[in-house]
């Protein structure tokens, strides 16, 4: 049975919450917790949603190849820990990373057994204005984001499964189908 398992999407397409539905069906599944260098959002937890890292500190654990990957997103870094991952799965348990597709294809190359599922909004008007709708971040911010969609959905054609989320209980009944058999 496939235990390491990515997911990617583009902002504000609602992967959270589908993978968060998710987690709350399948608790013996766990969710990576990524560093970034970005700042927290109201209500985000530093160890919970991300290790909220500086970029001196990231940058000491680039250098310590502390990571098993790591990317810049609109500006800022992130990255997942190698020694999270391979603890993880040596004890046996089933371990999902949210990543950007980037960092999904390279831990692919890392680790083949890795299984890459691409969550796409349903068009991408919707998701403009989702993004919109969260009024977390600035117009520039925005811009940044939407930027990066076009890279992402051509990244994510090497991906081994795509979902549209059309709606939430769609989307997390895919995703157990893939998972779960
Ligand atoms: P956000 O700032 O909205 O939490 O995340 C922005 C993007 O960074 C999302 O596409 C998310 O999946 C991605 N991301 C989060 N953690 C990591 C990570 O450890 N590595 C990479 N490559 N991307 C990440």
Redesign the pocket.
């Known amino acids: 049975m496939k235990k390491l398992f990515v997911i990617?999407?583009?902002?504000g397409v609602g992967?959270g919450t589908v993978i968060k539905e998710f987690l709350k069906k399948h608790p013996d599944f766990k969710l990576?917790v990524?560093?970034?260098t970005?700042s927290k959002r109201e209500g985000e937890v530093n160890g919970v949603n991300?290790f909220f890292l500086t970029q001196k500190e990231f940058k000491k654990c680039i250098d310590n190849g502390e990571f098993l990957?790591?990317?810049e997103?609109?500006g800022?870094h992130?990255?997942?820990k190698k020694d999270f991952v391979e603890s993880s799965l040596k004890n046996g348990e089933n371990l999902i990373?949210?990543?950007?597709t980037?960092?999904?294809l390279?831990v692919k190359k890392l680790m083949p057994e890795a299984v890459l599922i691409f969550i796409a909004p349903p068009s991408l008007e919707e998701l403009e204005s989702r993004l919109r709708g969260r009024h977390t971040e600035t117009e520039e911010a925005i811009q940044k984001r939407l930027a990066s969609i076009k890279l992402e959905l051509e990244n994510s054609k090497h991906f081994d499964y795509e979902i549209i989320n059309d709606t939430v209980d769609n989307a997390v009944n895919k995703l157990e189908e893939i998972i779960c058999g």
């Not at 990617?8 to 902002?11: E, L, Q, V």
């Not at 990373?97 to 950007?100: F, K, S």
């Open positions: 990617s999407g583009s902002s992967k990576s990524s560093c970034t970005r991300y990957e790591w990317a997103f609109s800022n992130y990255g997942t990373l949210e990543i950007d980037k960092g999904a390279n």
